[in-house]
């Protein structure tokens, strides 16, 4: 079986700072998501990306940038930290896309 | 816009009590909405517990039930005697057929079963 891993399990930011999230997967997938949650909240699309070198944008994708260098990769940017933000961002793949999803077990984010 | 509600949580039921969790969703952009349902587990990721693509079909997993009522917009979980080991958030997620996998969720529901 294959693994989807998301490093690191938890980031702790300074307001304004650019913080980087990784996400890796061995089940050769094309299609890789990155979501956000929010306490109380359900799940919010950031972006995805159908295969190697695409990117799309989500409904929340203002404040990041996200690069799919290599199939198995997919990295998120938050590209200025807002303070007291805390969210878990979890990633997914899915083997083509309208394919069932794995989620990563996701990083929580913490901005003082 | 395209939307799901779930039951408020947390929610507290004792072991070999039935349980209903419930979900309406709005997909007024959806043309063909697939409804999901999502669970994680204490320490687990979020995994896929059954999903149904065709209205009025029923999806079912570890004793969960869910039926796909395009009436009532509704895809409610339902088990008929719970175990302690289904104490979890539970999400109800709506996509589309035809649009590049977005999944639209549910805010969520922990569900605690008392010994």
């Known amino acids: 079986g294959g693994i989807i891993t998301q490093t690191p399990k938890f980031l702790i930011g300074q307001e304004g700072q650019k913080l980087t999230l990784k996400c890796q997967q061995n089940?050769?997938?094309?299609?890789m998501y990155w979501y956000r949650q929010d306490s109380g909240k359900g799940l919010r699309l950031i972006y995805y990306?159908?295969?190697?070198?695409?990117?799309q944008k989500g409904d929340l994708s203002e404040g990041y940038d996200a690069s799919r260098e290599k199939k198995s990769s997919f990295s998120l940017t938050v590209t200025s930290a807002q303070k007291n933000e805390m969210a878990v961002f979890l990633c997914?793949?899915?083997?083509?896309?309208?394919?069932?999803?794995?989620f990563g077990s996701g990083t929580r984010l913490l901005v003082i | 816009g395209d939307s799901v509600t779930q039951t408020e949580g947390p929610v507290t039921v004792s072991e070999s009590e039935s349980l209903i969790i419930n979900c309406t969703y709005s997909?007024?952009?959806?043309?063909?909405?697939?409804l999901f349902w999502y669970v994680r587990y204490p320490g687990e990721g979020l995994q896929l517990l059954l999903k149904?693509?065709?209205?009025?079909q029923k999806g079912s997993s570890r004793g969960f039930e869910a039926t796909y009522n395009k009436e009532t917009t509704s895809f409610h979980l339902q088990k008929a005697s719970v175990q302690e080991s289904d104490s979890a958030v539970y999400y109800c997620?709506?996509?589309?057929?035809?649009?590049?996998?977005?999944?639209?969720f549910g805010q969520g529901t922990k569900l605690s079963i008392k010994p």
């Open positions: 997914a793949s899915s083997i083509r896309v309208n394919s069932d999803y794995t």
């Open positions: 089940f050769n997938h094309d299609t």
């Open positions: 990306s159908i295969t190697e070198n695409d990117l």
């Open positions: 997909a007024t952009s959806i043309a063909y909405p697939n």
């Open positions: 149904v693509i065709t209205a009025g």
């Open positions: 997620a709506l996509g589309e057929n035809y649009n590049q996998g977005k999944l639209i």
